[in-house]
T-cell receptor
Framework: EPEVTQTPSHQVTQMGQEVILRCVPI?????FYWYRQILGQKVEFLVS????????KSEIFDDQFSVERPDGSNFTLKIRSTKLEDSAMYFC????????????FGPGTRLTVL | KNEVEQSPQNLTAQEGEFITINCSYS?????LHWLQQHPGGGIVSLFM???GKKKHGRLIATINIQEKHSSLHITASHPRDSAVYIC?????????FGEGTQLTVNP
């Protein structure tokens, strides 16, 4: 069965460093998403991406964040200058049409900012 | 602002019990999702529904659009059902998540 994959599974970085989290969505899906979950809190929407541009973004997704689909398979989330509060589990997801289709989640990348 | 509220926050049951988790949402939605989050963190979609009822194995999800309320039922619960169950609504292209219900099923 097709699945969403994410790399790395765990990333440790120093405050102020740039990180890139990578995702390979399911190949025939059209919409891609990033969510994050701070330890002990609920999952929060960051951004959705369709047709090579941002479809929606939350107030969390400020200028420090960017997303890109650099080729036909990868979908990346970049955090330019990490802060301690960026420490969280980051989930990538993909779907067909969001109003009618299930979102499939990757296993997550645990980001630890020291 | 979209709000999704779940109850209870924590639920402990004995193996074999019938379990109900409730979810209410505040605005009109295009779909309501039930997801399961395993202890390792992975998230699996269980149901997506916009009306009526869906069933998959021992899991049943219902939604009442007029009351903005949904329930997830587990029949004949088993220790392997122990997980966090999360309700989320689709509004636009985003999911807005509830806090989750931590379910523990004891043998």
């Amino acid at each position: 069965e097709p699945e969403v994959t994410q790399t790395p599974s765990h990333q440790v970085t120093q405050m102020g460093q740039e990180v890139i989290l990578r995702c390979v969505p399911i190949s025939n899906h059209l919409y891609f998403y990033w969510y994050r979950q701070i330890l002990g809190q609920k999952v929060e929407f960051l951004v959705s991406f369709y047709n090579n541009e941002i479809s929606e973004k939350s107030e969390i997704f400020d200028d420090q964040f960017s997303v890109e689909r650099p080729d036909g398979s990868n979908f990346t989330l970049k955090i330019r200058s990490t802060k301690l509060e960026d420490s969280a589990m980051y989930f990538c997801a993909s779907s067909g049409e969001p109003r009618t289709d299930t979102q499939y989640f990757g296993p997550g990348t645990r980001l630890t900012v020291l | 602002k979209n709000e999704v509220e779940q109850s209870p926050q924590n639920l402990t049951a004995q193996e074999g019990e019938f379990i109900t988790i409730n979810c209410s949402y505040s605005v009109g939605i295009s779909a309501l999702h039930w997801l399961q989050q395993h202890p390792g963190g992975g998230i699996v979609s269980l149901f997506m529904l916009s009306s009526g009822k869906k069933k998959h194995g021992r899991l049943i999800a219902t939604i009442n659009i007029q009351e903005k309320h949904s329930s997830l039922h587990i029949t004949a619960s088993h220790p392997r059902d122990s997980a966090v169950y999360i309700c989320a609504e689709t509004s636009g292209s985003r999911l807005t998540f509830g806090e989750g219900t931590q379910l523990t099923v004891n043998p």
